[in-house]
């Protein structure tokens, strides 16, 4: 756990998984992490307590997402499943239906009020209802297994081990476009109403045009506006806002990148001059 105005790490280390810890999400009151174990543990963000493990699954945790305000959790797993929980409280957390229908093991799962969509190694996105949890879709198109994505209104961003980066509407199920630059496997995406930036195994992190990309017309080389070339190992993570990206990698860093002050496109592939503030060598 980081102090996010120091960037300092507090003494506070939560113990508890007996295998590597492969997803986490934290609000203001939990933190929540899925393992290698195949469980789910629960902690208090103040006291740093373990207050709860969720046991179902029977191979690794891949990812999870949780939202206490609409009462709900999605979890998956290598075992190929998809869980839904119903969160009443930190403690009282209960197993609502279980989703099944990937060959392959669910490596990152999203929700909203109307739509659950999870990725897989078995190169499709599936939609399900989050109402009923009823199948509604497939999404086919990648050529090898989808390792990330992110669901927001319509919009649907994945990431394959192909390299590529698709974009999708999620109601009729069309690939809108596919965005090529990447030479390894694509491991983390995120988007806004403006950009996308993706993370990969090449140790690059490109910045997308995501308003461009929607448009047909738009060539696809001018779609990635800013390519940052500093991790010298696999981008595993990152997050962003209008400010500034936060970046984790195989190298044992963090990077938090400055967006005000980056270069400019064409310098963006140049490692001297760049704006970004080293966190931690692990």
């Not at 933190?31 to 969720?54: A, K, P």
């Amino acid at each position: 756990m980081w102090d996010r105005q120091t960037l300092q790490q507090y003494s506070k280390v939560l113990t508890g998984h007996t295998g590597s810890v492969l997803c986490l999400q934290h609000d203001d009151k939990v933190i929540i992490s899925g393992s290698s174990d195949s469980t789910v543990r629960v902690w208090d963000v103040e006291s740093g307590e373990m207050v709860n493990t969720l046991i179902h699954h029977c191979e690794a945790v891949l990812h999870l997402s949780f939202n206490f305000k609409n009462g709900m959790m999605v979890t998956c797993s290598k075992d190929r499943s998809i869980a839904v929980w119903d969160m009443i409280s930190p403690t009282e957390i209960n197993l609502r239906r279980v989703l099944v229908g990937h060959r392959a093991a669910v490596n990152v799962v999203d929700f909203d009020e109307k739509y659950i969509v999870s990725a897989s190694g078995d190169r499709t996105i599936k939609v399900w209802s989050t109402s009923s949890c009823e199948f509604v879709r497939t999404l086919n198109g990648h050529k090898r297994g989808i390792a990330c994505l992110q669901y927001h209104d319509r919009l649907v961003v994945s990431g394959s081990s192909d390299n590529t980066i698709r974009l999708w509407d999620i109601e009729c199920g069309a690939c809108l476009r596919v965005l090529e630059g990447h030479e390894e496997l694509v491991r983390c995406i995120r988007f806004d109403s403006k950009r996308i930036v993706s993370g990969a195994y090449d140790g690059k992190i490109k910045v997308w045009d995501l308003q461009a990309a929607m448009d047909p017309r738009a060539p696809a080389g001018t779609l990635c506006i800013r390519t940052l070339v500093e991790h010298s190992g696999r981008v595993f993570r990152l997050q962003f806002d209008e400010f500034q990206i936060v970046s984790s990698s195989h190298d044992d860093t963090i990077l938090i990148w400055d967006f005000l002050n980056c270069n400019p496109p064409e310098s963006s592939n140049s490692r001297e001059d760049r704006t970004y503030t080293y966190v931690s060598n692990f």
